[in-house]
């Protein structure tokens, strides 16, 4: 089967995209297993996670994110600004505002193009932040939303701020996150049995009360340069426990995100760039 795939990444968070309207390759090639196989950067074309465009009743288009594992994320930030960019200019849609389903709810994305009608970069309404613990989730029988929890986690305990934005984050603030053993840690947090279903591991060094810096041990796909949803979860963690304003640059490995928690609507909105690295095509 001839597969036509684009590679994109948003801040080096980088991804496979592969356009399934007509659910051919879902019908050779379960997505979890296609997901392995490309994101492998030894045999394959190598990223952090597989794209899948699908068609949708209620929005204009469906996205799918499998993690270079092959385990299945209601969410992805970055990713939704390459998903976005990737409709527009392969002329699949043409207008500039596109809502988007995924599992965890519609998306909205809106294009920012120059002049020429270039993209610029994506803004994402990311929707609100779910904070009670059966939404996250999160085993918690403190009542009220659990902020700053003691973890145990290896001969380590850390206060975890655990967030979702339609996938699980688990926040925990440092004075220096670079001395971090992420892949020692990280793990370690991801599959703590309070996370039922894993989770995303933020590690935040706050600069001042519009600028932070974030580390990130993904899910399903370990260190990444970046990460949309853990970038407001940070912002959401950084406000609810005093620490920031609503509105700060995210300083990542693989750049620098713009998050603000929207007081009106709730919301969280990231802008960023995404950007276009090759497209190929291959036989499965
Ligand atoms: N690993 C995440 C999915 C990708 C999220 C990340 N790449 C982003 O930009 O939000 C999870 O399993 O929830």
């Given at each position: 089967m001839e597969l036509v795939l684009t590679k994109m990444h948003g801040l080096g968070n980088d991804f496979i995209l592969v356009d399934d309207r007509d659910g051919r390759v879902a019908g050779r090639y379960p997505y979890p297993d296609l997901a392995r196989k490309l994101c492998d950067r030894h045999f394959s074309i190598g990223g952090d996670g597989l794209i899948v465009v699908l068609p949708s009743q209620s929005c204009d288009m469906a996205f799918a994110i499998f993690n270079s594992d092959g385990s299945e994320a209601g969410m992805c930030g970055n990713g939704m600004r390459c998903f976005a960019r990737f409709l527009y200019e392969k002329g699949?849609?043409?207008?500039k505002v596109i809502t988007v389903e995924t599992l965890s709810g519609p998306v909205v994305c809106i294009l920012e193009n120059d002049?020429?009608?270039?993209?610029?970069g994506v803004r994402v309404d990311m929707g609100p932040p779910r904070l009670l613990p059966a939404d996250i989730p999160f085993v918690w029988d403190g009542g009220k939303e659990p902020l700053e929890v003691a973890l145990k986690v290896l001969d380590q305990t850390f206060q975890v701020t655990p967030v979702s934005m339609g996938n699980p984050h688990a926040v925990i603030f440092m004075e220096d996150i670079d001395p971090v053993p992420l892949e020692i840690w990280g793990p370690a947090v991801e599959n703590h049995p309070s996370f039922p279903e894993k989770t995303n591991v933020e590690f935040v060094q706050v600069l001042s009360p519009e600028s932070i810096r974030v580390r990130v041990w993904e899910?399903?796909?370990?260190?990444?340069?970046?990460?949309g949803t853990g970038a407001c979860a940070a912002l959401v963690a950084s406000v609810l426990t005093g620490r920031?304003?609503?509105?700060v640059e995210v300083l990542l490995p693989g750049g620098r995100l713009l998050v603000e928690w929207d007081d009106r609507s709730g919301h969280l909105y990231k802008s960023g760039p995404a950007e276009t690295i090759f497209e190929t095509s291959i036989r499965i």
């Open positions: 699949l849609l043409r207008q002049e020429e009608d270039r993209v610029m899910r399903g796909a370990g260190v990444t340069l970046a990460c920031t304003g609503k509105k």
